[in-house]
């Protein structure tokens, strides 16, 4: 049920249907689990349509319906849910790090199926890492060949994901020239899809994450490096451009430090974990040069200054680029992800404040700031979200 949707000409009767079934899944993942009433008023369509179009779902055992549930004035029949079933639209994840693969089978519901990490070398080149990760790739996703919709395969990189091709990469080196996406589409037979880490986690953000049901929304990583992806009215921004784009190496200080990409002043080198460690250390807090958002919170919990004085110069220099944000693209969502998201809430209130401090005050209304709620799992939910939105021709 593919939908490929062809911008230039006319859709088939197929496509059609293709795409109406990718509008109503895409209804559910943004606003939750509906009845066929509730479905048809959402996608503005009549009730005996939507019928039809979820009878072909439950059959092809993509949706289930799941216990009745009263309706809230008391008055009618009960109403029974639609929502996936627990294995519906299976994607492969794999998620390339600095020195570590990750890879799983994730269902359309946000179950995920099956699992590993493996270490890999990055620094030994890509047709090494390549045989690596197809090695536990075929582990993992190879149980479930016939019924993957996709892979989405994430990597930490300046990549072009129109040409699937990994162009800078300095936390791996080694993923430059990778053949990855061709050799998994060959050894799978589905498509792979390569995309950024960091925007592949926007979209699992918008699929499974604190960003379901918001149009315009930025998830931020702030950890050994910085960046993020933009969705802006439902599409992940710069989908079609040459490149993904380098949030954490846009100039935040004039007279600052050279970045490991070659430019001075970047935000990475102010808002990153290895900034965070060498004031620590600077500071004198003991470990400070192995230190994270976490422990510096619990140090000024406990009443340490100096602990508590890094993490406010740190909320300082993540609320420069964060309202930059703001006021380049009114932005009033903001999902963190990373190491930062161990700094509690107090830092995240104080983190606000200091947002709306740099933002005009028109813009400043109603900007919330989050932390994720998908935790370890947000890349490999992000390539899948990447595999699901192409699969439904949603939101591409
Ligand atoms: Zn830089």
């Known amino acids: 049920m593919a939908a490929r949707r062809n911008l230039r000409g006319l859709l088939s009767t197929a496509d059609v249907g293709a795409v109406n079934r990718g509008r109503l899944l895409q209804s559910l993942i943004d606003d939750g689990p509906a009845s066929r009433a509730e479905l048809g008023r959402r996608v503005n369509v009549p009730r005996a349509s939507i019928g039809v179009i979820v009878s072909g779902l439950l059959a092809d055992g993509i949706l289930q319906e799941d216990e009745p549930v009263p309706p809230?004035?008391?008055?009618?029949?009960?109403?029974?849910?639609?929502?996936?079933t627990r294995t519906a639209l299976l994607s492969g994840a794999v998620a390339v790090s600095r020195c570590c693969v990750e890879i799983?089978?994730?269902?359309?519901?946000?179950d995920v199926l099956a699992r590993r990490a493996v270490a890999v070398d990055t620094d030994r080149g890509p047709d090494r890492l390549d045989q690596e990760v197809l090695r536990a790739a075929a582990d993992v996703l190879g149980p479930f060949r016939d019924r993957l919709c996709g892979i989405g395969l994430s990597a930490p990189a300046l990549c072009s994901p129109t040409e699937r091709e990994v162009v800078a990469c300095l936390p791996a080196p080694g993923l430059v020239g990778t053949r990855l996406p061709e050799l998994l589409e060959q050894l799978f037979g589905v498509p792979t899809l390569l995309e950024q880490d960091v925007r592949a986690i926007a979209l699992g953000e918008k699929w499974f994450g604190l960003g379901r049901g918001r149009r315009d929304f930025a998830a931020l990583q702030f950890d050994v490096g910085v960046g993020g992806g933009i969705m802006l009215d439902g599409h992940l921004w710069g989908a079609h451009a040459r490149y993904t784009m380098q949030l954490g190496h846009t100039c935040v200080d004039v007279d600052g430090d050279r970045c490991k990409c070659g430019l001075t002043g970047c935000w990475e080198t102010v808002a990153s974990l290895r900034w965070l460690r060498r004031a620590a250390a600077v500071a004198g807090i003991p470990g400070g040069r192995t230190?994270?958002?976490a422990r510096l919170h619990r140090r000024a919990a406990a009443g340490d200054a100096a602990a508590a004085a890094v993490l406010d110069r740190y909320g300082?220099?993540?609320?420069?680029?964060?309202?930059?944000?703001?006021?380049?693209?009114?932005l009033d969502l903001f999902v963190l992800h990373g190491a930062v998201v161990g700094?509690?809430?107090?830092?995240?209130a104080a983190l606000r404040a200091k947002v709306l401090a740099r933002v005009m005050p028109e813009l400043a209304t109603g900007v919330e700031l989050v932390y994720s709620r998908l935790d370890q799992d947000s890349v490999l939910l992000g390539a899948a979200a990447v595999v699901l939105t192409r699969y439904l021709g949603a939101a591409a």
């Open 291 to 293: 230190t994270s958002p």
């Open 72 to 84: 809230a004035d008391g008055i009618g029949k009960p109403a029974r849910p639609l929502w996936f």
């Open 104 to 110: 799983a089978v994730v269902a359309a519901g946000g």
């Open 316 to 330: 300082d220099q993540l609320a420069i680029g964060i309202g930059n944000l703001v006021q380049l693209l009114s």
């Open 343 to 348: 700094a509690g809430p107090d830092f995240l």
